[in-house]
């Protein structure tokens, strides 16, 4: 049964600790918080708005998907991050969008907002655009100054609901949810694997059938499942899930990240029902 988006992130965020869940909060309310001072700047600037305005126009609506999958894989690295932490050397993928295609997609999904909540406003001519969103924007940023002093869940309900949004939309214009598609697995996460010495003999590698001699340095896979480095490296070349138990490893597929991040906020929030969360 598919669980809604909401149940499904509240379920799992309510599997967190009380310290891991304010951290949490903190470090999303100072993102919304720079996101939307980043906003208000861009639109207290006629020329920088005009600026990202003709970017976003000159973006072919792929490209524009693409840009609210990036934004949507960075909220959730933010969201997942408590219940999977991200390996050592791993880059942040979204580290490096550029400034340009940040200002683009936070105007974009600001647009999308005030389409939803104040449509009239949209009504009027472009000339006026950059007036009455640039109130409507430093309306909502006294809301968000207003309860940055709140420190549990409520804090996280706008974020949440950006992120809902956003899955519902990639998942219908880009490829997320297909079932079976096979990604290789991130070149950062694979190098970052660590090698360890089999300690005892006796234990089969899945892949080819034969044993993993004691001594001999083989490849452990986060889930803890060991493979000859020989056998688990062409794998990982072709998918990035565990041949034992499907463990997913991160990839370089925007898409698949997407996937495979808001598996992991599924999975924890299984955890939770099966607790009993009410
Ligand atoms: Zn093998
Ligand atoms: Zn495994």
């Given at each position: 049964m598919m669980m809604e988006e909401e149940t499904t992130m509240m379920a799992a965020l309510s599997t967190l600790r009380p310290s891991q869940l304010s951290d949490l909060s903190y470090s999303i309310m100072s993102l919304s918080f720079h996101h939307r001072c980043r906003l208000c700047f861009l639109l207290s600037s006629p020329s920088l708005f005009s600026l990202t305005l003709h970017h976003l126009h000159s973006l072919s609506f792929s490209q524009k998907t693409l840009l609210i999958a990036r934004h949507l894989l960075f909220s959730l690295h933010h969201l997942t991050r408590h219940f999977q932490p991200p390996p050592?050397?791993?880059?942040?993928?979204?580290?490096?969008?550029?400034h340009r295609d940040l200002d683009a997609v936070l105007l974009l999904l600001f647009l999308c907002e005030t389409n939803q909540?104040?449509?009239?406003?949209?009504?009027?001519?472009h000339a006026e655009w950059r007036d009455i969103l640039s109130n409507l924007c430093s309306d909502t940023m006294l809301k968000i100054t207003g309860i940055t002093g709140v420190v549990d869940g409520a804090a996280l309900i706008p974020y949440m609901e950006m992120v809902k949004r956003c899955r519902r939309f990639v998942g219908i214009m880009g490829c997320?949810?297909?079932?079976?598609k096979e990604v290789a697995a991130s070149i950062a996460a694979v190098v970052a694997l660590p090698a360890v010495e089999?300690?005892?003999?006796?234990?089969?590698?899945?892949?080819?059938?034969e044993e993993m001699r004691e001594g001999r340095d083989v490849c452990k896979l986060p889930c803890q499942h060991l493979f000859h480095w020989m056998c688990i490296l062409p794998w990982l070349k072709k998918r990035n899930t565990c041949p034992c138990c499907r463990f997913q490893l991160p990839c370089d597929d925007i898409f698949g990240e997407i996937q495979r991040l808001w598996g992991v906020l599924v999975k924890a929030s299984g955890k939770s029902l099966d607790a009993g969360w009410t």
């Open positions: 050592p050397l791993l880059l942040h993928p979204s580290a490096a969008i550029k909540h104040n449509p009239e406003a949209l009504e009027r001519p997320v949810g297909k079932e079976g089999v300690r005892r003999g006796g234990v089969e590698c899945v892949i080819c059938k």
